[in-house]
């Protein structure tokens, strides 16, 4: 999480100033919360590939499901933002709305535990942790920056620092911590401890409710993001036109394509279920939407100011850049779902002096590296890595990090294949050689997440922030749909036998796959980043 100065800050501190005394109570509930959340997305896939939940499926096909369970997971919590974010501008504040969705949160936790033979009780848990990790996924952050005031807003970045922190600590414990409490107590504990853990992260929150600074709903905008673009849609000014039938066209092809599924029509892939399908859809409305809204968005000036129009042109060039760098996060998130069950097929070398066998018991702790690696890496970078390269004459901008973390990512991949390769070949493999790619992809990670948000925060103007924020949540979304839509396509009979004909196994040519896809987005990233106009939005001093 990246702190970002405020312009209107004075020349010299005020060295009087005091932190917030109401800060304890936001970092404690974020503490607990991450703890809560990652601990059990990391065992996710691990219960679900060996439960009676997905009993009804040959085993063959179980762990192939249970990776498509946790990917719609991630879609929803990555989606749900919208919803979160809509509730707490346009009605109930941050504060209740942060409240409200934490305590479906705890219940979310209480159905994994109370329900882990139980199906519909066992995905409705999965769905109201997606709606109120999600939904609070935008608003804790900014209701911190709500805590602060010209006074004192240069104590906010040591916040946001133990913010960043706090979200890695918690992963890495939990990472290390849950798979055992599955593996030696079963789901009902493993699942109940996030549980208690998201109870007590409610209970701190509202211990802190007379304390808080509560910024109340923002009454809606006349000139927002999406009142520009409807007036650009809807026409009735100077400009070229053609617009409107493109977007049309995006809002016919969604219906079309919900149609299908509904309908379960002859020519609809019986494979593709309703998530995939609703997000290919929005993502048709968006994509359509936003070449129609840029061939006409000259339409909107004298309706809107001229900086809300551009602020818009902005958005949409930056969305660009967002969908190149989906593809990354099918390949990140994979890391606690493919990676997972390739690690269990491995053989934890406990005969070697230096691996932590007292520690490290069980496949799914290698996730455990992820949060370790970025608390090294960011200061790392910061302080050798990039003023380095500087020094070699290479000029290390935002863009040229996210193309080359793209690429990164790609080459773990690989790595990952090359393992499945020797896992296949029917060796023990040492479960110490995942750390090759883990470290890899973490790279690649600290050079696009780190990077992507500042990058973002950068193009556009104060008043589509917000937005801005809403679509980089989105891009992980769409992300997780090209894991669900290529996991769909290996389901045909074509695919199969297109596979078989490679003498690679399933696993091995999806490594390989998702590999080469990154190194294609990498390029098409690179191209477009030397045509990318770059803006600078932060505000003066």
């Not at 509730?87 to 409200?100: A, E, M, N, Q, V």
């Not at 891009?475 to 003498?503: D, P």
């Amino acid at each position: 999480m990246t702190a970002h100065a405020d312009a209107g800050a004075p020349a010299a501190r005020d060295a009087s100033a005091k932190m917030p005394k109401q800060i304890p109570f936001i970092i404690g509930n974020e503490a607990c919360e991450r703890f809560s959340f990652y601990g059990m997305r990391n065992i996710l896939v691990s219960f679900l590939a060996g439960s009676v939940l997905l009993g009804y499926l040959p085993e063959a096909e179980r762990e192939g499901m249970a990776k498509e369970v946790f990917h719609s997971f991630v879609i929803g919590v990555y989606f749900f933002p919208l919803l979160g974010g809509w509730l707490s501008d346009r009605f109930f504040g941050k504060y209740h709305t942060i409240l409200w969705l934490s305590l479906l949160y705890c219940v979310g936790h209480a159905c994994l535990a109370l329900f882990e033979s139980n199906r519909t009780g066992f995905y409705t848990g999965l769905f109201l942790i997606a709606l109120g990790s999600g939904g609070i996924k935008p608003l804790v952050s900014s209701f911190v920056g709500d805590q602060f005031t010209q006074h004192n807003k240069h104590l906010a970045k040591i916040v946001y620092d133990a913010f960043y922190w706090t979200i890695n600590f918690g992963s890495f414990f939990a990472s290390l911590l849950m798979p055992l409490l599955l593996r030696e107590f079963g789901p009902a504990v493993a699942f109940g401890v996030p549980g208690v853990l998201m109870f007590i992260a409610t209970i701190i929150f509202w211990a802190g409710r007379a304390t808080y600074v509560n910024v109340p709903p923002s009454p809606p905008d006349p000139h927002s993001f999406m009142n520009v673009v409807k007036t650009a849609l809807r026409g009735g000014g100077a400009g070229p036109g053609g617009g409107t039938y493109v977007a049309a066209f995006g809002a016919a092809l969604a219906v079309v394509l919900l149609g299908g599924w509904a309908t379960a029509a002859p020519w609809w892939p019986e494979s593709l279920g309703f998530v995939p399908t609703f997000c290919l859809a929005l993502g048709s409305v968006l994509l359509f939407g936003g070449v129609g809204t840029a061939l006409q968005l000259e339409r909107a000036r004298g309706a809107h100011p001229d900086a809300a129009v551009d602020g818009v042109r902005a958005v949409l060039r930056i969305l660009i850049v967002f969908a190149i760098v989906s593809p990354f996060w099918s390949l990140f998130d994979q890391k606690a779902s493919t990676w997972v069950l390739q690690g269990k097929a491995m053989v934890l070398p406990h005969d070697e002096w230096w691996w932590p066998s007292w520690l490290v018991k069980d496949a799914g702790q290698m996730q455990a590296l992820n949060p370790l690696l970025v608390m090294l890496l960011i200061p790392f970078n910061n302080l050798v890595l990039y003023p380095l390269l500087t020094k070699l004459g290479f000029k290390v901008t935002a863009l040229r990090r996210m193309g080359f973390g793209i690429g990164f990512s790609g080459l773990a991949w690989v790595v990952a294949g090359i393992i499945q390769l020797w896992i296949d070949g029917g060796d023990p493999v040492s479960l110490a050689w995942q750390i090759a790619p883990y470290a890899l992809l973490t790279f690649g990670e600290v050079l696009v997440s780190a990077t992507g948000l500042e990058f973002a925060y950068s193009q556009s103007p104060p008043t589509m922030k917000g937005v801005i924020m809403s679509f980089w949540m989105l891009s992980v979304t769409f992300g997780n749909v090209w894991v669900l839509l290529t996991n769909a396509g290996v389901k045909s009979e074509a695919m199969k036998t297109q596979i078989a004909s490679t003498g690679l196994s399933e696993n091995a040519f999806l490594m390989f796959f998702f590999a080469g896809f990154a190194f294609v987005a990498a390029l098409v990233f690179a191209w477009y980043a030397r045509r990318y106009p770059v803006q600078d939005y932060y505000r003066e001093a």
